[in-house]
């Protein structure tokens, strides 16, 4: 399969092409041209944004693991989606006031259940190292990370290590800041970005356009902002469209019959069944 690849999908909304940009990475995929993405790692099953919640990820059978990046205090891109440390974590305050020898030091599995007691929060640069030849991964950086200044700012370090670790053709970086999707592709015009619509926005050909003035290559969404216009254009555009965050059976089916390329979901177990499904009876 080279990158350039179209594939086609017959869907209820007719046909759609698309162009997946990033070639999987194991024997296996969903569907041609469809992706299954564990949203924090398959965290239905596991402390989201953790090891064990990756590995699960991929006994599930995930194309791609989405995760959330911010900084340490010493500018360490880390795995964990809030700013503060409470929900995820045995710690308190904000990420950022920690160095990060000090969030190692934390319990980020307890929370969830006592199996996972003595998981650790990781840093970015230990989950590309493990993710190389093995799966894709969507970082999303959190708005909070990026500074007004560009140099050493969050983007920069997590594509400095994106470069060290050999990661450039498996990964695709998103965030909801338009300044870090910009800036994005100043940096790494080399890498798929994403534009994230904030979830209160209408879901219409406004936020298309939006992503074309930031350079990005597709667009996430909601499953309530994939609006018939918006979506007729991203399909003649070939523009990416990934959707999330889904776990319920009935609704995984009607976006990927809406022309998803892609669904974040908790669950990628389920999704994997309702995708195959679908897919069995639409390829041509
Ligand atoms: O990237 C999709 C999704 O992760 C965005 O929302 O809040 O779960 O990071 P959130
Ligand atoms: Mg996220």
């Not at 800041?177 to 926005?201: C, G, H, N, Q």
């Amino acid at each position: 399969m080279s990158r350039n690849h179209i594939y086609t999908l017959k869907t209820s909304a007719g046909i759609r092409t698309v162009t997946p940009l990033l070639e999987p990475v194991s024997s296996f995929h969903s569907a041609p041209g469809f992706f299954n993405i564990a949203h924090r790692g398959a965290s239905y099953y596991a402390p989201e944004n953790t090891f064990p919640a990756f590995h699960r990820a991929i006994e599930m059978k995930a194309d791609m693991i989405e995760l959330d990046v911010t900084l340490s205090r010493d500018k360490i891109p880390v795995v964990i989606h809030d700013s503060k440390l409470k929900r995820t974590t045995d710690g308190r305050g904000l990420v950022q006031n920690y160095f990060e020898r000090e969030l190692r030091d934390l319990d980020a599995g307890q929370w969830f259940s006592p199996e996972f007691r003595g998981t650790v929060l990781p840093r970015l640069e230990d989950v590309l190292k493990w993710a190389s030849k093995k799966i894709l991964l969507n970082i999303e950086i959190k708005k909070e990370a990026v500074t007004k200044k560009p140099e050493g700012g969050v983007v920069q370090l997590v594509y400095e290590l994106i470069k060290e670790c050999d990661m450039t053709g498996q990964v695709i970086i998103s965030s909801f800041s338009r300044i870090a999707v910009k800036r994005s592709w100043e940096f790494t015009p080399d890498i798929p970005t994403a534009y994230l619509m904030s979830p209160y926005a209408l879901g219409t050909v406004r936020e298309y356009r939006l992503m074309k003035k930031l350079n990005a290559t597709g667009l996430n969404m909601k499953p309530h902002q994939m609006r018939k216009r918006l979506m007729s254009l991203a399909d003649k555009n070939k523009s990416p469209v990934w959707v999330y965050t889904v776990d319920d059976e009935k609704e995984m089916a009607e976006v990927i019959k809406k022309g998803a390329t892609g669904i974040f979901t908790n669950r990628p177990d389920v999704l994997g069944r309702v995708a195959s499904d679908i897919f069995k009876n639409h390829q041509e």
